[in-house]
Nanobody, 121 residues
Framework: QVQLVESGGGLVQAGGSLRLSCATS????????MCWFRQAPGKERELVAG????????YYADSVKGRFTISRDSAKTTVYLQMNNLKPEDTAVYYC??????????????WGQGTQVTVSS
């Protein structure tokens, strides 16, 4: 069974930090670009960050550049999103995704179930 399981969400004050994790299982995902999306209430889902399993290529939306860092583990099974200096506008459900294409132009093959991030002012 193919799974992407997110964890690490929660409630944090503005200026704080959280680290999201996405554990993959059920198949090898090394041919995909792993991405983090988010969806705030009443808004469309948006791409936040992306990374390939090999090499140093990363992508960040302008709204998170300099604050968020996407990374992966050496076993190539888990992807992380370190979020620093969080702002209330970062409040959203964050989704891990196994994607194809080159960010920001990606399609998604597999979605995780999402994890809520709430930033209080």
């Amino acid at each position: 069974q193919v799974q992407l399981v997110e964890s690490g969400g929660g409630l944090v004050q503005a200026g704080g930090s959280l680290r999201l994790s996405c554990a993959t299982s059920g198949r090898a995902f090394t041919s995909y670009t792993m991405c983090w999306f988010r969806q705030a209430p009443g808004k469309e889902r948006e791409l936040v960050a992306g990374i390939k399993w090999y090499g140093d290529t990363t992508y960040y939306a302008d709204s998170v550049k300099g604050r968020f860092t996407i990374s992966r583990d050496s076993a190539k099974t888990t992807v992380y999103l370190q979020m620093n200096n969080l702002k209330p506008e970062d409040t959203a459900v964050y989704y891990c995704a196994a994607s194809y294409g080159t960010p920001p132009n990606v399609g998604v093959h597999y979605w995780g179930q999402g994890t809520q991030v709430t930033v209080s002012s």
